[in-house]
C-alpha cells in the first residue's frame, strides 16, 4: 500500500501510569492535527506498566512519525503501530430504549439477529449490549433508530496485535526485569 494513502492504525503505547502521560501524548497529536478516533487505557499484563489504544486516520508517513515522537516521551517505554489486519479488535455498544418498545416490537428478535444482547430491564428502560466492530455496532443503532434510542455509547477499540511484539522479551533486553513483574 502506498505511504500517501490514509489509512487506520492501531498504535499501542506501554507505558507507566504517571500523572500527565495522557495529556503529553494527546499533545503529540495535536501539534499534527491528527484526530484520534478512539482511545482505550488499561493496565497491560506486566503489573506496573500501562496500555494505551490509540486509533487513528493517517498515511503511513505519519503514524511512523508519530510512533516515534511517542517513543520519545518520558514515560513511555515502547510503542507500536499496527495496520488493520494486524490486529484483532473489538469494541462494545450500549443501547438504551424505552421498555415499552420490547412490548409487541421486533427489537428482541433484532437484538438476536445481530448478536447482541438484552444486558438490563427496568420498567422504564432496556439497555441493550453489543460487541463487534464498530461498523457492526453502527449497524445496529440503525437498525434500532425506528424503536427509539435514547441513549447510545461506544468503547474505545481494545485490541490484540496478531504479530504480536513480545512485550516481556523487551524488558528483559533493556535489563528492567528487576522493575516490572511479568504475570504469569
Do not use: C
Not at 14 to 24: D, T, W
Amino acid at each position: 500500500m502506498s505511504t500517501d494513502t490514509i489509512q487506520r492504525f492501531t498504535i499501542s503505547v506501554y507505558a507507566e501510569n504517571h500523572i500527565g502521560l495522557a495529556g503529553r501524548l494527546m499533545q503529540i497529536f495535536t501539534r499534527r492535527k491528527i484526530n484520534i478516533d478512539s482511545l482505550t487505557t488499561s493496565e497491560s499484563e506486566i503489573e506496573g506498566i500501562y496500555r494505551f489504544t490509540i486509533v487513528i486516520h493517517v498515511t503511513k508517513e505519519s503514524v511512523v512519525k508519530v510512533v516515534n515522537q511517542i517513543k520519545k516521551v518520558v514515560d513511555v517505554m515502547v510503542a507500536f503501530y499496527f495496520e488493520e489486519d494486524d490486529v484483532v479488535y473489538q469494541e462494545i455498544a450500549l443501547y438504551k430504549i424505552k421498555s415499552s418498545t420490547l412490548l409487541g416490537s421486533n427489537v428482541e428478535k433484532v437484538v438476536r439477529r445481530n448478536a447482541a444482547r438484552i444486558l438490563y430491564v427496568d420498567q422504564e428502560f432496556t439497555v441493550i449490549e453489543k460487541t463487534g466492530h464498530k461498523e457492526e455496532t453502527q449497524e445496529l443503532f440503525e437498525k434500532l433508530k425506528p424503536f427509539g434510542i435514547l441513549e447510545f455509547v461506544r468503547s474505545g477499540r481494545v485490541a490484540i496485535a496478531r504479530p504480536m511484539p513480545n512485550l516481556h522479551s523487551w524488558i528483559e533486553e533493556v535489563g528492567l526485569t528487576d522493575k516490572f513483574v511479568v504475570n504469569s
